[in-house]
């Protein structure tokens, strides 16, 4: 092992083996303590693509909602997934089948697309006037 990889071992504390369920528990311990230390906090809200990263990411979420809804009832904790699809997208069924997957309490899906191509053509705007305003200021001045 080089030096710079033990270096950035021991700075991380990476353990040499894991244990899964440990660390699965650490996660959703860590989800719990967070919404409790902030009693006004009762609902996490995760934007799901369906890919790995945030699958996990809502079924860990949900794990922890769904503990806290038992230990408190009636506090009214919950797990919101939210689909952020641009249009209709191929992987659409994927992403739906990771939040049916993971269980959140409440499922919203809202197309982004007519949001994200106003921001386009408004930064094109920009970029053209911009663009313009530098051509008219950098001339030399006529004479």
């Keep these: 092992m080089r030096e710079q990889q033990a270096e950035i071992i021991q700075a991380l504390e990476v353990k040499p083996e894991i244990s899964p369920e440990a660390e699965i528990r650490r996660r959703i311990d860590f989800l719990k303590d967070y919404l409790v230390h902030y009693p006004g906090l009762k609902t996490y809200v995760l934007g799901i693509s369906g890919g790995q990263d ?3 990411a ?3 979420t949900q794990m922890a909602v769904t503990e806290l809804a038992q230990e408190h009832p009636g506090e009214g904790y ?3 997934a939210v689909r952020l699809p641009y249009g ?3 992987d659409e069924a994927d992403a739906m089948a990771a939040i049916e ?3 959140a ?4 899906r809202v197309n ?3 949001a994200v191509d106003a921001m386009v053509a408004a930064l094109d705007q920009m970029v053209i006037r911009s663009a313009t305003s530098i051509r ?5 001045a006529r004479g």
Excluded: C, H, N
Excluded at 105 to 108: E, H, L, T
């Design 136 to 140: 008219a200021t950098s001339r030399p």
């Design 58 to 60: 809502g079924k860990l």
């Design 78 to 80: 919950q797990f919101i």
């Design 54 to 56: 945030s699958t996990l």
């Design 88 to 90: 209709e997208q191929a």
């Design 101 to 103: 997957f993971m269980q």
């Design 112 to 114: 982004i697309k007519p």
């Design 105 to 108: 309490d409440v499922v919203q």
